[in-house]
C-alpha cells in the first residue's frame, strides 16, 4: 500500500521560507517518480516540482524556480521542499504524490498533476503580504 504524508506547512511572512517533508512507503523509484503538487484556492491543483525516478534529476514549475528546491533522503523515505522568497500567490495546500515514470509523470515542468496516481495528505501553506 502507497502511503505519503506531507508535513512543514505553516504560516509565513512574504519573503520568508518554509520546509516541507513527505515521508512515503509502499513504492520504488525504478516504477514511480515523486513530486510536489499545490491547490491554491479556487484553482486547480497544479505541479511545483518533482523528482524523476529513473535520473533523479529535479524539474520544477517556471514560477518556483530558483526560488523553491526539491531533494530526498532515500534511507529515511523523505523528500524535501525547500521554499524561499515566498510570495502571497505561494498560498496553498502543499502534497505529495507519484505517478508511473512510463507515463511520464516527471517532466521538465514538474509532476502532471492528471498523472498522479497516489496522493498524500497535504500540508497548508500561508504566505502572508
Known amino acids: 500500500e502507497v502511503q505519503l504524508q506531507a508535513s512543514g506547512g505553516g504560516l509565513v511572512q512574504a519573503g520568508g521560507s518554509l520546509r516541507l517533508s513527505c515521508t512515503f512507503s509502499?513504492?520504488?523509484?525504478?516504477?514511480?517518480?515523486i513530486g510536489w503538487l499545490r491547490q491554491i484556492p479556487g484553482k486547480e491543483r497544479e505541479g511545483v516540482s518533482c523528482?524523476?525516478?529513473?535520473?533523479?534529476?529535479?524539474y520544477y514549475r517556471d514560477s518556483v524556480k530558483v526560488r523553491f528546491t526539491m531533494s530526498s533522503d532515500i534511507s529515511k523515505n523523505t523528500v524535501y521542499l525547500e521554499m524561499s522568497s515566498l510570495k502571497p500567490e505561494d498560498t496553498a495546500v502543499y502534497s505529495c504524490?507519484?505517478?508511473?515514470?512510463?507515463?511520464?509523470?516527471?517532466?521538465?515542468?514538474?509532476?502532471?498533476?492528471?498523472?498522479?496516481?497516489?496522493w498524500g495528505r497535504g500540508t497548508q501553506v500561508t504566505v502572508s503580504s
Open positions: 504524490g507519484v505517478g508511473l515514470k512510463d507515463q511520464y509523470y516527471c517532466s521538465a515542468y514538474g509532476p502532471n498533476p492528471y498523472g498522479t496516481k497516489y
Open positions: 509502499g513504492f520504488t523509484f525504478d516504477v514511480y517518480s
Open positions: 523528482i524523476d525516478g529513473t535520473t533523479r534529476n529535479t
